[in-house]
């Protein structure tokens, strides 16, 4: 059974950075495709940041959040810098094996995730 954990939300002000860690455990953690995906109060789960044989963005965090990953730690790391408070939300990190190419920002692609971790950003 594979599990996805993630930690490193909180509170920071408009223009600092956090970096958001997940822990995948349960698998051949190299075959995943790796994503990170957000949902702000009353709207629904949009992707944020994916990483496979490359990484993928959402237009709205490009140049500002960096995915990466450490196939030999099974972690896989948001660094979000220069935040807004329009990043407010719970982030969610997803594991997916077999992901469709160019469908790494669709959910449904996803079969394992954490519980997510609040990231608040203050004006």
């Known amino acids: 059974q594979v599990q996805v954990v993630e930690s490193g939300g909180g509170l920071v002000q408009t223009g600092g950075s956090l970096r958001l860690s997940c822990a995948a455990s349960g698998g051949t953690f190299r075959i995943f495709v790796m994503g990170w995906f957000r949902q702000a109060p009353g709207k629904e789960r949009e992707f944020v940041a994916a990483i496979a044989a490359r990484t993928y963005y959402t237009d709205s965090v490009k140049g500002r959040f960096t995915i990466s990953r450490d196939d030999a730690k099974n972690m896989v790391y948001l660094q979000m810098n220069s935040l807004k408070p329009e990043d407010t939300a719970v982030y969610y990190c997803?594991?997916?094996?077999?992901?469709?190419?160019?469908?790494?920002?669709?959910?449904?692609?996803?079969?394992?995730w954490g519980q997510g971790t609040q990231v608040t950003v203050s004006s």
């Open positions: 997803a594991a997916g094996i077999d992901v469709t190419a160019e469908r790494e920002n669709h959910p449904e692609e996803y079969g394992y």
